[in-house]
């Protein structure tokens, strides 16, 4: 049976696993102590297995100014990208949060990153309490074997949340299956919480299930071994020491396997990408159905947010939206920054409608067709074997045509309706990306630059590096430089949530090395002060986690 029947109906297993939550489990509402913890079936079991990846989808639980803010993947993409040189939140959005972030002005008040910290130790936390239940109750219904291979999937999962909390908030609490219930558990510092999430994923992964033999949306040890080695990538970042060749060694485990790049760049982010998901290059892809998986995250805020509306005068991007089968009426507020634009001139993988806009934004309070950035177009609701919507396209095009012909304005049809998109809502059925196989080859090359010996079916990171280039037709680079490295990193993975790690594993992001538009609150760019290069703890948590040096 599909695991997402267990998706789908896993928000009563969150109720269920969280009623027995830690003391101050960061402010995820707690739920009603009379529910049932114990399972009492293996329907039971695989639901709270599914609470646990449905915690990347919901925003169950938390007190917010808007529905969507609280999921997981939203608020995480939106703290690493808006933040950097890729993306911006139009001001023509004043929620709440979202032009400090766009300025790198942000202070620990902030709604953002008071979700995301909420967000990483819930779902550390639901990890940690299925794996108790797991080892408490499984034996009834499961093989040990099979037992194993669910608790890995846990500690993975959980291993996620920590990599992000490593990242964005370098401390927090550790939660793990050890956990007394109404305990406040301790607060490691960010070399703490590195080891203590690399040690326990080390010692778990190879229980994951290959790639090829596990279930579609599910983590498979390819995933598994991604995880550590975006951690080791890091690692001179976290701990102030380099671990290239840990690096290098844990991505052997990835691209070894036999798993292969797609063939075209921007159908895996189409409304078909499922088919890369799992056993493909899309090594760990949340699936989102429209049916059964729907979400304000995901990739629903990466389509709605950025497609701009169109009025009955703007006939070229009605057009562009019935290309891309999109549905009602944009949210117009996710907007290309012109470093990323600029970057990605001449390049195949450049997904930008310009339009009539400006690529320039020198003023961020005006809203109109001339000032509000370009329109990122890498995620679409239209589908591989029809990516351009192509009948409806030239429909548009015919009903156009015949309307703007003064011989038809007498006719009884005139003016003729336009067409409309076929997809039946706003809810976005493109899987999100979490990790790819083009990034382990980009991550080859720099664990390469830096000193690791990579050897990998006879290849070394360099050849690996050529081979996302070459998908897409641009000429190989014998031995790239750092510099060359960032660029390919910033054309093949831009919008999928990673810039703004890399900028700091580069020495881009604070100070004055690198300069982008709003960067510091100015159009030009000032320097931003190192301590920039972490979140500040929401104040709600700083009582018992403590507060990170400069805020």
Known sequence: MKFSKYLAGSVIAVASLMASSCVDDLNVEPNDPNVNTVPSSKEDMLGYLAAVYYDLYTDTGLSLSDGGRGVFTRCHFDLNEITSDELFISEKWQDPGYQVLNKNIWTDTNEWIFAAFSRENHTCKIASTFIQALHEYGSAWFTEEEIKQMDAEARALRAYAY???????????????????????PTYDRKQLFEAAVADLTAYVDNLLPAAQQT???LSREAGYMILAKLYLNAEVYTGTAMWQQCADALKNVVATGIQLAPEYKYLFCASNSKYVGNGEIIFGLPQDRNRLTSWGGTTEFTCAAYMEADDSDTPLARQLLMLNFPGTPWSGLRVRPELSKALKGDPRRLIYEGSYQEDIPDLTAYNETSCGYMLVKYTFTTEDDYYNEALVKKFDEVYAWNNDPANENDPEYPKAYPQATSPDQMSEVDLP??????????????????????????????????VRARVGLAPIAQPTANEILHERQCELYAEGFRRSDLIRFNRYTGSNYLWSWKGGDFTGTAIPDTRAVFPIPYQYVITVGQNAGY
């Open 163 to 185: 990599y992000q909390n490593i990242d964005l908030f370098g401390r927090g609490p550790w939660i793990d299956e050890n956990s007394s219930t109404g305990a406040t558990p």
């Open 216 to 218: 579609y949306g599910r």
């Open 434 to 467: 979490v990790f790819r196989l083009a990034d382990a080859y980009l991550m080859l090359a720099e664990c390469q630059l830096n000193g690791a010996n990579v050897n990998i079916n006879g290849l070394d990171g360099y050849a690996y590096f050529n081979m």
